[in-house]
């Protein structure tokens, strides 16, 4: 199945830009798990472009839910979540159709789709469609918070600006990130990144940034030993994310030079309960999870929508062209970017705990 | 299915270290691709440790191929290939046994599986069940080189030493590093790995390092947009390789501080087909191959085997205790983990290729 | 995932008879399909209870695209539809919310999802779901005529009433009963069944009756030796549909009894082709289709929902009680069941052939 | 996955007739799991031809568990199982290789694989493969033991003479004929089904029949709504066993004449739980299960090897032709059939109360 996710929770993506619609379908999910109206209005709100920082474009992104909830709580059936598709103007995007903007998925998508696409902003591959990712993520965010497990992620590193990375523990960084709209643990550094953005945008070109996530509470034993590590599953749902181009857990990348004996971690009894004194490995040995918190960076790309004039192809005559973009785009989307990466990962979590516990782990029908 | 992976064309894993046997069954690549013995060893000779680099389990790895060929040929059903485990020591782990070795999966299997577990020599996590992925690689890799797709890894980064990426063009690089045992391609820089490696393992450490992988010939229009994109598939078979902490395609973490102008590859016409000046994105636009060199790193973490004395615990007791490591231990994998990172890389890309052009779409039956 | 069926082409079905809306999403059709929204309200028209036959509950099932067509063509994208619920009594169900009616879902659902399910009407297990099925296959079968497949299915027997069976080439009979709303061969029996359906509907009971179904044009080689044969993909997504308790190919159960030597079907060459001279095996031969006509038959069972009282239990309170239903049902569903039964089917088909010959088989963009 | 069933917990087939070997790979199965030589062996002794009714071909069926068995446990991990393949006569095949042997997939393989194909006796889709099937099952049978959930088949029908069905409490026929090396609940109807078999085997022809199965001890609530009904799912296995040709549920076709009134399964409370007064549903209502033993009857063609000549066409010249076998062929498999209906079905048993309740259901690390 091309547009889905998950096997025993499961989220089905579709939708285009200037279609009738966005939505989501959430399979799975334990019965008796509850739908909090204002959770997802607030997740929603994360994701939406703020200020002078976001686009022009501006949807109250009104959630109808279709199916699955009854008297405020999770059916245990399928989940349709539907987002209208108001403030589109497709015009804008019809003389440049044939002109592959860098960066984007024009050619990539005429390549797959042979011109049927619907090539209206971005279509399918519009980052609209992380609005009703994040609107399910509200969703197994609370069902996962019932069972002691939180996540969140902050801008480790935006526009060139960087900021401190999670403690030790995360759990107080994680509560605070995930209060803030503008997701930094530091600030200051928040602002040097929100002007770096600007300054973008003034210049007409775009940001991009590194964004560290970490979950916590999670118990040890969960993933697999080869091909459903809990590095290849968590990787496979976030590199879905528009604009990602890396990964890593842990120390990834930075401790490549390292030696071993540095890079272990080695274990210790703490409270009663086995720890490790480091957490290089980012809470997985062997794809499985070890207790400790699980966290991983992602990289995202600057926003490949610029004003700068581009050089192109027009991908149907052949021949070489040049593009400058009009419309509304984000100068960076990182800092929107941060709830998609948590409501992706959030997902995933009720699906690997569900098959691990059961259908029933999350809910009030749970044991 | 958690030991599998792949759906035109998927690969199921099995065996532990201190077995009968370890092997993967292959189903679903096309009736009629070769299956040349030659090239089977001569992978599993690269995967083999060497030298002064290695370990010193010594074993011909003489791969039995059950099912699946017929007079040379896949016959189109299941390929069952099963490689005996002949020297194993397995007094050396079981005095050891409930002591956490660090950066393993001891504790976490033992977690999951209860104690269950067959634990001798790291069980089904052990490094060794590679050999098979490697073995059905090269059949997979000989499948896509009739279709004029080559791929390739070499060490990009290893013990501190660093060499050139690939060219541009990658092509004659990846030829040149087919070729060695030790995948370099600037011999010089090749020698102080070894160096580095041997350093380390004469301290009872260990080292990591990063490898390059390029894939050239694949066609425009591969992957799907949202969570099946050519970046999360790949990634996913990417991280069940044991070691494997961060993966970035193009550009990846090194770009994030750049400016979308900068980010962003222009595309022209090059020879009456559409390419772009740059290749940031790694060959991939919104999830799909945009017909250039795809283009990732993998990173992969210092041998967690070393024999320095190192904290643990006694995960069954829940007491803390020391550990000293005897038996046959790497000093670094990331040579041999190469072959490895190919033949996943090259499995999955049979998978997408049958998906998209149908299952004749290799050997002499297709069209 | 719970409630998808396909893997290149795959249908994820939600919604409740008295919710918000039901649907289903269809992710993986070609693109450059063409969707005929005359076809699809035709076949929505033959699943609509008509005249004296049907329940009293009427809508004109409007369906809403949400995503996936552009320009009157499938994208390729995820096509998204939806078809609101408005004529919804819910007030007639919650009275006897905890009564389990015989031979529904009611006391099986209360196990699965304790009471969170969504009750009302028989919620996510109504036939009313096989409406966006039945829109789906209307498309399916649109995609499939292209490629010169038809398929049609007729009312074997009803109330006790049986008619012909198809005809050897069953094409014309395929086109004949794909004509009418109430699918019979021989219009005299039809009248008979309808006679009986009405005498049950006076009497407050219910008939069920046996469906054949042909399939014509497939080509040979279709289908896998074990797990998902043809007959195993077949069944399976028949068997979802409600009512449906028994499936047979070709002689099925009626020659259990015939020796081999009459059972077997002999090749011979008919027109330059290889066919068979008779059919026992219903187009499928290990698994695989031969070229033949696909001919299976399923048994329906009688509507469960009657107007006399019938013994049941109150699941909650653990004690036996007794139950007349009150409300609008179908004194039977098998002259509405033939078009769901054809669109799972071509659903299905379409799915076994992208995953054979590609995932441009069908549409413009195809080969 | 092609060869391959199940999700939770799947099984992976592999081998051919006269290859190396024949296997298969168990995964996610609990880890503890007791794993009996012993009932494996009997198990297969159950599957292979005996005396006079069986082929010629006798194999001791030596399994070889290569993997996921520890100290005679399960450990979590894939278990891979292999049985040599050591009496084949290839030589017998191959003068006929290209004719078409009625009722076999030789002509379809032949579309399928191109020529590829291992087509000696039959090669992939002999019903030699499914031994391993029934070592498998024996393992999944002895793990639902230890829930209480038990399940036998007897020979309904066969050569024509049929026994009484399994009582409305199955428990002690299962009990019964699982002891038997022909599952019959009445001796002399069974001694009167191998006269019949054996007088087919005198003449040179075949016979079928049906098998009746029974499932007892399931909770309530296990399967889905829709596409993986208990039904669906049973049916996918079963279809996959060579020679089935029809499943139904409960009544199935027997009662399609009844009314609804007559149908329908009176829901009441027996001993404090809630039962029905007849289960002409099978125990499964709306897809799930409703706590009754789960009841189905199999379909299965005589066998279509026989002695007699027949009519056939060499596939690759297009021409008519005569073909009379030689070789060793039963005249009945449905005695051997048994086993290997209830080893599927165990398998799947497994797969969804794992599914339901967590992979640590079964085994000693369960709850």
């Given at each position: 199945?091309k547009?889905?996710?998950?096997?025993?929770?499961?989220?089905?993506?579709f939708?285009?830009?200037h279609?009738?619609?966005?939505?989501?379908?959430?399979?799975?999910?334990?019965?008796?798990?509850?739908?909090d109206?204002?959770?997802?209005?607030?997740?929603?709100?994360?994701?939406?472009?703020?200020?002078?920082?976001?686009?022009?474009?501006?949807?109250?992104?009104?959630?109808?839910?279709?199916s699955?909830?009854?008297?405020?709580?999770?059916?245990?059936?399928?989940?349709?979540?539907?987002?209208?598709?108001r403030d589109?103007?497709?015009?804008?995007?019809?003389?440049t159709r044939?002109?592959?903007?860098?960066?984007?998925?024009?050619?990539?998508?005429?390549?797959?789709?042979?011109?049927?696409?619907?090539?209206?902003?971005?279509?399918h591959f519009?980052g609209r469609?992380t609005?009703?990712l994040?609107?399910?993520g509200?969703?197994a965010?609370a069902?996962?918070?019932t069972r002691?497990?939180?996540?969140?992620s902050?801008?480790?590193?935006?526009?060139g600006?960087a900021?401190?990375p999670?403690?030790?523990?995360p759990?107080?960084d994680?509560?605070?990130v995930?209060?803030?709209?503008?997701?930094?643990?530091?600030?200051?550094?928040g602002?040097a990144?929100?002007?770096a953005?600007?300054?973008?945008?003034?210049?007409?070109?775009s940001?991009?940034?590194?964004?560290?996530?970490?979950?916590?509470?999670?118990?040890?034993?969960?993933?697999?030993?080869?091909?459903?590590?809990?590095?290849?599953?968590l990787?496979?749902?976030?590199?879905s994310?528009?604009?990602?181009?890396?990964?890593e857990?842990g120390?990834g990348?930075?401790?490549?030079d390292?030696?071993g004996?540095?890079f272990?971690?080695?274990?210790?009894?703490?409270?009663g309960?086995?720890?490790?004194?480091?957490?290089?490995?980012?809470?997985?040995?062997?794809?499985?999870?070890n207790?400790?918190?699980?966290?991983?960076?992602?990289?995202?790309k600057?926003?490949?929508?610029?004003?700068?004039?581009?050089k192109?192809?027009?991908?149907?005559?052949?021949?070489?062209?040049s593009?400058t973009?009009?419309g509304?785009?984000?100068?960076?989307?990182?800092h929107?970017?941060?709830?998609?990466?948590?409501s992706v990962?959030?997902l995933?979590?009720?699906?690997l705990?569900?098959?691990?516990?059961?259908?029933d782990?999350?809910?009030?029908?749970?044991?």
């Open positions: 199945m547009n889905s996710f998950g096997t025993q929770v499961s989220v089905t993506l939708g285009e830009s279609g009738e619609a966005i939505g989501a379908v959430l399979d799975g999910l334990s019965p008796g798990v509850a739908v109206r204002e959770k997802i209005a607030f997740a929603l709100d994360l994701r939406r472009p703020v200020g002078a920082l976001g686009t022009a474009r501006h949807e109250p992104d009104e959630v109808s839910i279709l699955g909830v009854y008297e405020g709580k999770t059916t245990g059936t399928p989940l349709c979540l539907v987002i209208a598709n589109t103007k497709s015009r804008a995007y019809e003389k044939y002109l592959a903007r860098p960066g984007h998925a024009d050619y990539t998508a005429y390549m797959k789709y042979h011109g049927f696409e619907d090539f209206r902003g971005g279509g519009s469609l609005a009703p994040v609107a399910l509200a969703i965010r069902a996962l918070e002691g497990i939180v996540l969140g902050h801008l480790l590193r935006c526009g600006i900021e401190r999670f403690a030790d523990d759990t107080a994680i509560a605070a995930n209060q803030k709209a503008f997701a930094v643990l530091e600030e200051e550094k602002e990144m929100k002007a953005i600007a300054a973008a945008a003034s210049d007409g070109d940001v991009g940034g590194v964004l560290e996530t970490a979950i916590v509470g999670l118990p040890a034993g969960l993933g697999e030993p080869w091909f459903d590590s809990m590095e290849s599953l990787s496979h749902g976030i590199f994310i528009p604009g990602v181009k890396g990964i857990f120390a990348f930075d401790l490549v390292a030696m004996s540095a272990n971690d080695p274990f210790v009894m703490a409270e309960r086995v720890a490790t004194l480091t957490n290089h490995n980012g809470g997985i040995n062997g794809g499985i999870t207790g400790m918190p699980v966290v991983f960076r992602t990289a995202v600057p926003t490949p929508s610029i004003y700068k004039e581009q192109t192809v027009n991908f149907v005559t052949r021949e070489n062209a593009l973009l009009s509304r785009h984000d100068p960076a989307i990182l929107r970017a941060r709830i998609v990466v948590d990962a959030a995933l979590l009720c699906d705990l569900e098959g691990r516990y059961g259908t782990y999350f809910g009030e029908g749970g044991a």
